[in-house]
């Protein structure tokens, strides 16, 4: 079975600090990973995928993710955090041979002026 | 602007009671999904759809059943209504084979 973990509920950062956001997975096959971002009374709305090549993935607004398949981890990156990121992300994951994408539970993230 | 279109944006109905909701997926986009998002349970996905046809099946309960049509919009219906099924319902749609899913702006249920 598919499952996506996102261990933090939340994760403070200051503005023009580097934010991580972090999110493990668990999928048969090779994993199709996602990041989301959702503001207030919004839908969901893409960021970034991982399919296949280089395991660093660069977004929408300046973040990144990194694929490291030996931890099945897909971290949510960016080298300098703004007020406006702030929002809650969604890691997801979709395993080859399957239509599910299953979310994790999300996490707040709250930049600091 | 996702390009999916969702309605009614919001919804306030009693138990018991029976709603449509519905969803028009991005031009050219073949699968539709459905997820249900409430405080405790995060991002639940209920059924996807493509072309017409079921594809995928997740955690739907008997009382909500879903379609798509061959204009390839899709309506969930929701029945025998209780206070939990409260909840933020979204659509999103992808081309075939998926890539990233596109969200709706979701449709806000009430159950009173």
């Known amino acids: 079975a598919q499952s996506v973990a996102q261990p933090e509920d939340q994760v403070n950062v200051a503005e023009g600090n580097p934010l991580t956001v972090k999110c493990t997975y668990s999928v048969s096959g090779n994993p199709y990973l996602f990041w989301y971002v959702q503001y207030p009374n919004r839908g969901l709305q893409f960021l970034l995928k991982y399919i296949t090549g280089d395991n660093l993935v660069k977004g929408s607004y300046g973040f990144e993710a990194e694929f490291n398949k030996s931890q099945t981890s897909f971290h949510l990156k960016k080298p300098s955090a703004l007020v406006s990121d702030s929002a809650l992300y969604f890691c997801?994951?979709?395993?080859?041979?399957?239509?599910?994408?299953?979310f994790g539970t999300g996490t707040r993230l709250k930049v600091l002026a | 602007d996702s390009g999916v279109t969702q309605t009614p944006k919001h919804l306030i109905t009693a138990t018991g009671q029976r709603v449509t909701l519905r969803c028009s997926p991005r031009s050219g986009d073949l699968s539709v999904y459905w997820y249900q998002q409430s405080l405790d349970q995060g991002l639940q996905f209920l059924i996807q759809?493509?072309?017409?046809?079921?594809?995928a099946k997740g955690n739907i309960l008997e009382r909500f059943s879903a379609q798509q049509f061959p204009d390839l919009h899709s309506e969930l219906n929701l029945s025998s209504l209780e206070l939990g099924d409260s909840a933020l319902y979204f659509c999103?749609?992808?081309?075939?084979?998926?890539?990233?899913?596109?969200f709706g702006e979701g449709s806000r249920l009430t159950v009173l």
């Open positions: 759809y493509y072309n017409g046809e079921e594809r």
């Open positions: 999103a749609s992808s081309v075939d084979p998926p890539g990233e899913l596109f």
């Open positions: 997801a994951v979709r395993g080859s041979g399957t239509y599910k994408y299953i």
